[in-house]
């Protein structure tokens, strides 16, 4: 079984990131945070209302904060917001306090995921959906393999098998 160190869950929206982060801390014995819902919980308010309040920039200052807290834990699985690697300082501490994992998915697969989903604020009120999907992909991909220690495709299995399969990525490696 891997050691209990972070593991930080990082990719677009859609890609599985909760599901997957709380399988995996199911399997670990470790506790599962998705930093969405711990910055909902300590603004009191959804995510749509801070963006529409203090815009994105104010929503990405209070994801940076919260992440660089959360990531000094020990023991954690955290999935990241789909914008997170934004920040340079969130990229540096991901990578320094624990092992990140990259849950890669492709536009087709997001836009299949995210469509009925009417809590993500970057794609509300939006006619081209599968645009901003791609525009966002440009932009975030490459930050999301530079923060990476490993990369995962998770368009085909279950959350539960990819959990599985984290699992084994891990223990290979830490060793």
């Not at 399997?27 to 203090?54: K, P, T, V």
């Not at 690697?85 to 836009?111: M, P």
């Not at 791609?134 to 998770?154: G, M």
Request: no cysteine; aromatic share 6%.
């Amino acid at each position: 079984m891997a050691e209990k160190r972070n593991i930080f869950l990082v990719g677009p929206m859609g890609a599985g990131k909760s599901t997957i982060g709380r399988q995996l801390a199911q399997l670990l014995n470790m506790e599962f945070i998705d930093s969405d819902n711990e910055i909902e919980q300590r603004a009191g308010a959804d995510i749509s209302w801070i963006f529409d309040i203090e815009g994105e920039d104010g929503f990405r200052k209070r994801e940076e904060r919260i992440i660089n807290e959360l990531t000094q834990k020990q023991g954690i699985v955290l999935s990241t917001g789909g914008g997170a690697i934004l920040s340079k300082e969130t990229r540096n501490h991901l990578s320094a306090r624990g092992i990140v994992i990259y849950l890669q998915t492709t536009v087709d697969k997001q836009f299949e995921r995210t469509q009925r989903d009417k809590k993500r604020p970057l794609l509300q009120g939006v006619e081209d959906v599968r645009k901003v999907l791609e525009d966002l992909a440009q932009v975030r991909n490459p930050l999301y393999e530079e923060v990476a220690d490993i990369t995962l495709p998770t368009d085909e299995q279950s959350a539960k098998l990819m959990a599985s399969h984290i699992v084994e990525l891990i223990d290979n490696f830490n060793s």
